[in-house]
């Protein structure tokens, strides 16, 4: 507070806290699984923590079910988060109707009609997920707060090392789907290792350009040195 006063709030879970998702989950068991199970045994759901998803099959059934959910909740003292609780419409190519929300974001995966293949090898619009912009943001976040780019006593392979676990994670969690998403987001490592690289050797400072062209001969000639070059060559082909 601006006057230096103590809040101590007397509902709620910490922020960001440990100790927040382990309670929702044992709140939420009881408050919202269970009862989705008794009320709506047709219709199925993904909850993680406060976050949940219910696959309605109609238009009707979804506001239904979100009266109902109001209701539910404001017995246990919940409230629906009332900007991110909405009704979206999952468009795709059987499914061509307007409505003004078709897309969604859910544990750092934005769901959206996208273009893609269908089984007959045709391109097709589909509703699929991909790396959301927030986590993109996460990721670039992440990475310039451990400062890992900007050790510029390291050399590119211990740079690589430094990098390879973080990459990994990443690639395994968000390069499950769409993994060009993920590609074009983490291209500002490259954009940061040509920053490194200006920055560590002579003759390419001030001569982006030359970085550019000085990396892509390091990917030429070590193509596996970053976790995460290989995506790219995987997208590429």
Known sequence: MPDGTVVKPDKGTPQGGVVSPVLANLFLHYAFDRWMQKSYPDVPFERYADDAICHCMSEAQARRLKQELEARLAECKLDLHPEKTKIVYCKQANRRADYPICQFDFLGYTFRPRSVMNRMGKLSV??????????????????????????????????????????????????????????KALRAVDAALVHWAQRKYKSLQRRKARAWVWLAGVKSRQPGLFAHWGIEATVGR
């Not at 699929?128 to 590119?156: C, F, H, I, W």
Request: hydrophobic share 40%; aromatic share 10%; net charge positive.
């Open 126 to 183: 589909g509703f699929t997920p991909a790396v959301s912009n927030k986590a993109a943001r996460a990721m670039r976040q992440e990475m310039r707060r451990k400062g890992l780019l900007r050790r510029y006593d390291l050399d590119l392979n211990d740079l690589a090392d430094q990098t390879r676990p973080i990459l990994r994670g990443w690639m395994q969690y968000y390069g499950r789907f769409t993994r060009s998403a993920l590609a």
